[in-house]
T-cell receptor
Framework: AQSVTQLDSHVSVSEGTPVLLRCNYSSSYSPSLFWYVQHPNKGLQLLLK??????LVKGINGFEAEFKKSETSFHLTKPSAHMSDAAEYFC?????????????FGTGTQLKVEL | NAGVTQTPKFRILKIGQSMTLQCTQD?????MYWYRQDPGMGLKLIYYSVGAGITDKGEVPNGYNVSRSTTEDFPLRLELAAPSQTSVYFC????????????FGPGTRLTVT
């Protein structure tokens, strides 16, 4: 079965320092993976997606993620955190079905950015 | 485009009451989804639809019903509200094809007391 595990429920960084949010996946085939961001009291917004093209994926707002098959990981990074990055981040795997091709969400990582 | 819109934003229900959460999208997407989000958990799929007139159950369908009479609208019905249905509900839609990107509404925060 396809699933994702987000290794940290909370991450705290200082503004201007790098961000690393960790995600491992489990899949019996080459997965499609996504990172979504949710700002407080808002809906979810797609940050980036991996669909078996380039293993290093660039997203919006300076985020990127690298698909590493050998490590079954899809960690999200950003070189320099900004206060506006404070939000909850979800790693998501696409499950192919005969119907609606469903997304399975990780439990989320809350990113706190301090001055 | 307004994207995916949801009403209401907030609602408090008493146990046993019923209500309908509205979801509308103006992107002509065939696929639509309802999720619930509980604290400390990811989103769980309640129901989904692959087109007008076609719906199917997700992971947690018990206590809910849906209909899809038009491409634009995908309402979620709670018939007999229970405290376990206290949650934030998100509607999403996506286009056909291989992108698989889902677009989310702003959510409805529901409390059942």
């Amino acid at each position: 079965a396809q699933s994702v595990t987000q290794l940290d429920s909370h991450v705290s960084v200082s503004e201007g320092t790098p961000v690393l949010l960790r995600c491992n996946y489990s899949s019996s085939y080459s997965p499609s993976l996504f990172w979504y961001v949710q700002h407080p009291n808002k809906g979810l917004q797609l940050l980036l997606k991996y669909t078996s093209a380039a293993t290093l994926v660039k997203g919006i707002n300076g985020f990127e993620a690298e698909f590493k098959k050998s490590e079954t990981s899809f960690h999200l990074t950003k070189p320099s955190a900004h206060m506006s990055d404070a939000a909850e981040y979800f790693c998501v795997v696409l499950i192919l079905t005969g119907g609606g091709n469903k997304l399975t969400f990780g439990t989320g990582t809350q990113l706190k950015v301090e001055l | 485009n307004a994207g995916v819109t949801q009403t209401p934003k907030f609602r408090i229900l008493k146990i046993g009451q019923s209500m309908t959460l509205q979801c509308t999208q103006d992107m002509n997407h065939n696929y639509m989804y309802w999720y619930r989000q509980d604290p400390g958990m990811g989103l769980k799929l309640i129901y989904y639809s692959v087109g007008a007139g076609i719906t199917d159950k997700g992971e947690v369908p018990n206590g809910y019903n849906v209909s899809r009479s038009t491409t634009e609208d995908f309402p979620l019905r709670l018939e007999l509200a229970a405290p376990s249905q206290t949650s934030v509900y998100f509607c999403a839609s996506r286009a056909s094809g291989v992108s698989y990107e889902q677009y989310f509404g702003p959510g409805t925060r529901l409390t059942v007391t």
